[in-house]
């Protein structure tokens, strides 16, 4: 009797691996190709505005249908870092004090600012014309993460029986660098 139930539960095993591990490399591919996309999004859009200087209403739009082919839903945070000179005092209230240098610091605008700009009441003129200016040396970068859960991390997460709990992300990409021109 006990080698009976050795392999039944042999059996059940061996049939559990047979479909479990293909079904889970097929959606390991497709969370790849989801970072492929991903990235190559991200990349060709920062690299866009960085090369011309600004970001238009049509440019964002084109970004987020191109990045949300599928089921991946993402978390997407733009950052614009302005440079700013300013002149390096020994006595903040002697102006004759000026050591003939200069600090550089950086004046940040997050996506909400740029999306406000860009969509709200802040900007000037009709949506379609509105450009978010950036001037050159200045910074821009995207961090991207997917919200979504992976029907991959699914699966891993019934095969150990939520061994890894957490809600951790699979796709996260930072891609960002200085303006290069002006172009408008």
């Given at each position: 009797?006990?080698n009976?139930?050795?392999?039944?539960f042999?059996?059940?095993?061996?049939?559990g691996?047979?479909f479990?591990?293909?079904?889970?490399?097929?959606?390991k591919?497709?969370?790849?190709?989801?970072?492929?996309?991903?990235y190559?999004?991200?990349?060709?859009?920062?690299?866009?505005?960085?090369?011309k200087?600004?970001?238009?209403?049509?440019?964002?739009?084109?970004?987020?249908?191109?990045?949300?082919?599928?089921?991946?839903?993402?978390?997407?945070?733009?950052?614009?870092?302005?440079?700013?000179?300013?002149?390096?005092?020994?006595n903040?209230?002697?102006?004759?004090?000026?050591?003939?240098?200069?600090?550089?610091?950086?004046?940040?605008?997050f996506?909400?600012?740029?999306?406000?700009?860009?969509?709200?009441?802040?900007?000037?003129?009709?949506?379609?014309?509105?450009?978010?200016?950036?001037?050159?040396?200045?910074?821009?970068?995207?961090?991207?993460?997917?919200?979504?859960k992976f029907?991959s991390?699914?699966?891993f997460?019934?095969?150990?029986?939520?061994?890894?709990?957490?809600?951790?992300?699979?796709?996260?990409?930072?891609?960002?660098?200085?303006?290069?021109?002006?172009?408008?």
């Open positions: 009797m006990p009976f139930i050795s392999k039944f042999a059996s059940l095993i061996a049939l691996v047979l479990l591990f293909p079904t889970y490399q097929i959606y591919k497709q969370e790849d190709l989801a970072y492929l996309n991903a190559q999004t991200v990349t060709e859009f920062v690299d866009n505005v960085r090369t200087g600004f970001i238009t209403s049509q440019m964002v739009e084109d970004f987020q249908q191109q990045l949300h082919l599928g089921d991946v839903l993402y978390d997407v945070e733009m950052v614009h870092k302005h440079k700013i000179y300013t002149p390096v005092y020994t903040t209230s002697d102006l004759n004090s000026y050591t003939g240098e200069y600090s550089v610091d950086y004046e940040e605008f996506g909400t600012q740029i999306m406000d700009y860009l969509y709200g009441d802040s900007g000037k003129g009709p949506i379609e014309s509105r450009k978010y200016k950036l001037e050159k040396d200045d910074y821009f970068e995207v961090y991207v993460e997917n919200k979504t029907k991390t699914m699966l997460d019934y095969i150990t029986l939520n061994a890894s709990s957490d809600n951790a992300v699979v796709i996260s990409i930072p891609y960002g660098g200085m303006v290069l021109n002006e172009d408008y």
